[in-house]
């Protein structure tokens, strides 16, 4: 039996451009060369820890235990090889598994590394994206991404990147000859390429019409629903710090396909969990629930950028469709814009004359405020999660620099209103910063649905104008059907203060369609189906988010009230004693839900403490006047008021048992019945849902 291993290495592989030829012309020429390169490859291979395989005539295989010291022995030994004699050489680096049979080095990342290095010029040291993963956080190495490129006997189009240190070549795409299916300048003879294209052209027309005729294959998109995730686009540039533009990138392309209401569009915060992710891409369709995939990546040089992107069909795992655009970083907006009309053509997604005006809107005319915007809302998102107050001056800063440049601009404004609205909504300071910063951006722009729907929570928790919140809120679903923060923010509203638990579902369940690995949208779902009486769907709900987040405090608050309000209190024991393992201080919890399970179980006084004016605790605590007292008055309550709904699914528990027959209960309930019926009549949210 053969001797057989198999590791895992950075393949280096090197060749010396018109080494043949050279032996030709000048054989003492070409010896010298040899010996130069020989003398420098074995030292400088030694030097950074790698081994010499094998020898192809004037080239050669190497392995190195590391990327960085692969890409080191490279640089190094392309300056050595700059002095005299010069060898022109070109060098090619995959990462992947080595298959040793006997003395001999074979497998399929030996194939790469020797694919990539057949494009090579003289001073080039070319590379793959899995390499490009390994340096990405070391600035000493520089690239460029030369573009997509079809390989012999590799399966899948390969990115390949250009080592752009100084003293380095960096080829230009359509220069590059190598090992590809199709060559990129071969057949360049006016003549003969017109004859070729001819002929290519009647064979194409052939077998295309064969093809129609007896099989009538649509190559197109095959999926049954309209829908898609943008996954995070790679960051290509050399600075770690343009982490950001990436990010941004995701997100204006995902808000800009949102926009399309014949579109199904996953939020990013779902999709951006899958940064770094090696799971297939017919997985990650699966666990978002899409037909199709958005990839790409950026790079970001100076005032210039290249954005690739790809989409793919999750049920073949095929590319539908892919393009590249190099330009000045001024025209982000209309790449941005044609990206979004792209897809949704290759996805037969309808777009309306009013969608496509909003899509190609520009929000701002300066890249730069864009810049700072980006940074302000990303930031913004880290406070929202952390609390932090440095991420709160950061994104303060970010937009208040991105206002400088643009003082126009209704985003900067509104992502400032937004930002003071969750700092603080008491504050008087911040209370006139969110109304003077808000009535700027809907001033300035009436039409974006992220100045209504901050508009919208405003004149709800600042003005306590719930009529005039539902207009606003109302309007940003209408302009951005697929996001699902404008469906959480007007799903509260009408839930917690018109009542309309039936609707707010609908609207939750939607936004747990958007964004399925969001927690807070399924708590949100499970929230009202335990307010409408359907106990076992909101526990499954509940599992499902602490599943996504375990220490998600809210949902097991609500657990241990459901349990409770269904007579299972070792259940709602076991709840309560974990939520406040995980937070002790009940600062930190929904202290309505505590004070409910404390009343079940027996502790009034704590109960009390927490939730003193709560109706669904008073009657939990046997405290039957107090209860009807506050749901007499049905706005006095700090917990969930008394709606109809509510009363009407729970009236068969054992808390209304002290008040079910009672005529002020009666009364009251009437009372609610009418205001549900009237509410559902003005706050409607017919034609929102798809």
Known sequence: MQNQHRQLAAILFTDIVGYTALMQENEQKAVALIKHYNTALHELVALHNGKVLNYYGDGSLCTFPSVTEALNCAIELQTELQSEPTVPLRIGLHVGEVFFENEKALGDGVNVASRIQSLGQAKTILFSKEILDKIRNQPEFKSVSLGLFEFKNVDQPMEVFALANEGLNVPKKEALEGKLKISLSKNNNPIRRKIIIAASIILLLIAGFFIYSTFLKNTGFTGKEKSIAVLPFDNYSNDKENEYFSDGMTEEITTQLAKIADLKVIARTSSMLYKGSKKSIKQIAEELGVSAILEGSVQKVGNAIRITAQLIDANTQEHIWADHWDREFKEIFAIQSEVAQKIAHQLKAKLTTEEIKNIEKKPTNNPEAYEFYLQGFQLHQRFWETKKQ?????????????????????????????????????????????????????????????????????????????????????????????????????????????????????????????????????????????????????????????????????????????????????????????????????????????????????????????????????????????????????????????????????????????????????????????????????????????
């Open 390 to 690: 440095e991420y709160f001056e950061n994104s303060r800063s970010m937009f208040e620099k991105a206002l400088t440049l643009d003082s126009n601009y209704a985003l900067a404004h509104a992502g400032l209103a937004d930002l003071y609205n969750t700092y603080s909504k008491a504050d008087s300071q911040f209370i006139s910063l969110q109304l003077t910063e808000i009535d700027k951006a809907w001033k300035i722009d009436s039409t974006n649905d992220y100045v209504n729907n901050v508009k919208g929570v405003i004149e709800q928790t600042i003005n306590n104008d719930k009529v005039l919140a539902y207009k606003y809120l109302r309007k940003s679903v209408e302009l951005n059907p697929n996001n699902p923060n404008n469906l959480w923010s007007l799903a509260m509203l009408i839930g917690v203060d018109f009542g309309l638990l039936d609707d707010a579902k609908l609207l939750f369940s939607r936004t747990v369609e958007l964004d399925p690995l969001t927690a807070n949208n399924i708590g949100g779902r499970g929230a009202c189906d335990f307010l409408l009486g359907n106990y076992k769907d909101a526990l499954r709900d509940m599992e499902t988010a602490l599943r996504l987040e375990p220490e998600y405090v809210g949902a097991i608050d609500l657990s241990s009230s459901i349990y409770a309000t269904m007579g299972k209190l070792d259940s709602a024991q076991k709840m309560l004693d974990k939520s406040l393992q995980i937070k002790p201080s009940l600062a930190n919890h929904w202290p309505t839900d505590i004070a409910y399970t404390y009343a079940k179980l027996g502790n009034k006084k704590k109960a009390l403490e927490l939730a003193p004016d709560y109706w669904r605790v008073l009657l939990a605590a046997g405290m039957k006047e107090d209860a009807l007292k506050i749901l007499l008055d049905n706005n006095s309550s700090k917990g969930i008021p008394a709606h109809y709904l509510i009363l009407k699914n729970h009236l068969t528990t054992s808390d209304f048992d002290q008040i079910r027959d009672d005529a002020r209960f009666l009364s009251i309930f009437e009372k609610r019945k009418k205001e549900y019926e009237e509410n559902k009549k003005k706050f409607s949210i017919a034609g929102i849902l798809n």
